[in-house]
């Protein structure tokens, strides 16, 4: 195996690590405390349109779209772009100003790769410019979401449209104002065998009957402007043609989108696992509790060394699982994609735990990332698939393939 970057991806690096420390980082300090401020909620940041510009004139736009989804991107493979998730994954708001930010780019590569012409000139093409964002619908608060074929939203045919009546909670990036667009799964057979049921469609979150009923907190923060929310169907009436792919596609859409999905995820939070190691770092040679600095107590140099090992690991094994993606596709790379989303979120919980830590009351306040970041992971421990659920499929796969000789 050869994670080495590519020179593409190298040279990539390096122009994103610029870009970020002169044009984003000066600023971070003054986009959290915008955001934190009651009187802006769900509104943006004045300056991110002129960031947004400016990466896009310098080339760092939609990095994370394969080659073969067009002229709109530089064509990175997934390993390619692994670390420059890590890198934006260092700034809580960064991947927006590339055209990088979830939902909108799995919804971005569903409708690249499964998308009809028409869905994408009416929705990939403005997502791509960064015109609008979108949002996805898949949780429900009413069934154990953990196994997906508990869902009971509906998708009915009625003419030349149909009609998708349902409850969804956790969507996010519905609270954003930019957000036009929503990728909503649904049933659109429910006697059909248990994993042809679902289907995808396109809904204008201006449609007649879509109601956004709250704004949902994660550890109190709001993740004001994107958000994440409680939204109702009622009978919302759409045309056939946004469904996507066809019906009872709705799972193997999903596949494809979240398999990417989940490297990049992993990879963002890497890069906050990384910022939290090098802050304890930092603060483990600035303060001195019993006239000593921190960095000379040997149970701090096992915490920050047991993560740097923690992180490398892990990071080790995300470039594996998107090396794997790449070669063979998602569902050759599902055991890979499984470990990641096991082992990522866990680590960085615990390396940030651990910062929180060093850091003292600074660590649990608003002077840092910390707080956010620790919110961050620990959500992720839960969103695109409980640990659970990930760990039974692993050790599923796992036993039958050290016992098929015993068939």
Known sequence: MNFEASEKSRELQERL?????????????????????PANLWKKWPGLEALKA????????????PLDYGEFSPGLTNLEYAPLAEL??????????FNCSPPDTGNMEVLARYGSP???????????????????LMTEPGVASSDATNMETS???????????????????????????AIVMGKTDFGAPRHQQHSMVLVPMDAPGLTIIRPLSVFGYLD????????????????????????????????????????HHCMRLIGMAQRALELM?????????????????????QEVARSACEIEQARLLV???????????????????????????????????RAIQIMGGLGVSADTPLAHYYAAARSLRLADGPDEVHMSQLGKATIRKYTAAHD
């Open 281 to 301: 770092s930092e603060r483990a040679i600035s303060r001195s509790p019993f006239g000593r600095t921190l960095d000379t107590y040997s149970s701090i140099r």
């Open 224 to 263: 004001s402007p994107e958000g994440h929310a409680e939204i109702v169907l009622e009978s919302v009436r759409v045309p056939k043609a946004n469904l996507i792919l066809g019906e009872g596609r709705g799972f193997e859409i999903a596949q494809g989108r979240l398999g990417p999905g989940r490297i």
């Open 118 to 136: 028409g869905q994408q000139e009416a929705w990939l093409a403005p997502l791509l410019e960064g015109k609008i964002r979108s949002a996805f």
């Open 88 to 97: 934006m994954g260092r700034t809580r708001w960064a991947s927006e100003v």
């Open 155 to 181: 998708i009915t045919a009625d003419g030349g449209d149909y009609l998708v009546t349902g409850r969804k909670w956790w969507s996010s990036g519905a609270m954003d104002p930019d957000c036009k667009i």
């Open 319 to 353: 470039l594996s699982a998107a090396d794997k993606i790449d070669r063979v596709g998602s569902k050759g790379a599902r055991d890979l994609i499984a470990m990641i989303k096991i082992v990522v979120p866990s680590m960085a919980c615990t390396v940030i735990d």
């Open 17 to 37: 690590g610029r870009f970020l420390e002169m044009h984003v980082l000066p600023v971070d300090a003054e986009v959290e405390a915008f955001h934190r401020d």
């Open 54 to 65: 400016a990466a896009r004139e310098a080339g760092l736009w939609n990095l994370f779209l």
